[in-house]
């Protein structure tokens, strides 16, 4: 005679079920250092929630797409983003060392047709010789470290004898989830005519172990700039003692906060996202820090418009001249002091956003 199934051994065998559905859509990968920091005991652990896939996953909100920042629509040759005039992005593969649950790349992330092959970095790279105007490529995918030390110094090189490339940039996860990657033979193949300026991937002050940090240091000690660029996560990192800890953490490190993004809309991903009035709340609280801690608060518009700016104004114009608002939320009027004609109408801006 059969025994009943219980409704906690119902409810292990539909998660089962979701999770598997959810590997289905969405690829898992993370690194042994990641794997470590978890709490199992934790049901909220951050770094879990980061790497570890969850039912979650499996609703897809109506306005959530696969390419969610159309990098697909300004690519005009296969490797190339060509969102804005000064700069490229040059997505050399679709491999990471860990695969973010929240990635706005997350579909194109472990697909072979994604990688760069021989024949189509030349064509990204003679497309980036042919355009005088591109003054900065900005190295992604996947993640540029992946790549083996040989690679990565062939590109490097290539790129460097670009006469009018004058900055290379490399997002990437490396240095906190695989930090034992940063050795003396990869900071050399960094090396080159034009700067590198490496922007780091963190959300969490837990990511940056001590080993870490000694990747970080060695980054930094060879001359290769860092900054950050964070994602805000609910329930990871969408709380001010968090988001001061981790900037600082930064600072502490030599890496300069720079970015933090509002979630994008990747399908799969609305229980990472807050709300923009929790995000820009969230960066009032960071005021009181050093400026040397403040990241700047970006949505990239949906559509392949870019990024934009969503800082919270604390200045507003009145009949009398300007109503500021101090770090503490305390209020003050400010006026003008210039004579006549003291300054020159400002030039118009261009129509462009910054870039990733």
Known sequence: ??????????????????????????????????????????????????????????????EEIKDPISDYTFSPVEGIVHRHTDRVLLKLLNVCAVHCRFCFRREQINVPENNLSDAGLDKALDYIAQHSEIWEVILTGGDPLVLSDRRIKDIINRLNAIPHIKIIRIHTRIPVVNPVRITSVLIDALKGRAPVYILLHCNHPREMTEQARKACALLVDAGLPMLSQSVLLRGVNDNPETLSELM??????????????????????????????????????LRSLSGLCQPTYLLDIPGGHGK?????????????????????????????????????????????TSES
């Open 1 to 62: 005679m059969n025994k009943p199934i219980n409704q906690q051994a119902l409810d292990g065998i539909k998660a089962a079920r979701e999770l598997q559905q959810v590997a289905a859509q969405f690829s898992l990968q993370i690194t042994p250092a990641m794997k470590k920091l978890i709490d199992p005991n934790d049901g909220k652990d951050p770094i879990a929630a980061q790497f570890i896939p969850t039912p979650d996953e499996l609703f897809i909100h109506p």
């Open 308 to 352: 934009v700016s969503l800082a919270p104004a604390y200045a507003e114009k009145t009949a009398e001249g300007w109503a500021v608002e101090d770090y503490q939320g305390n209020h003050h009027n400010y006026r003008d002091a210039v004579t006549d004609n003291a300054e020159a109408p400002a030039p118009e801006a261009p129509n462009e």
């Open 248 to 285: 600082r953490c930064f600072v502490e490190n030599r890496i300069k906060p720079h970015y933090l993004h509002h979630g994008d809309l990747a399908r799969g991903t609305t229980h990472f996202r807050t709300t923009v009035e929790r995000g820009r709340n969230l960066l009032r609280g």
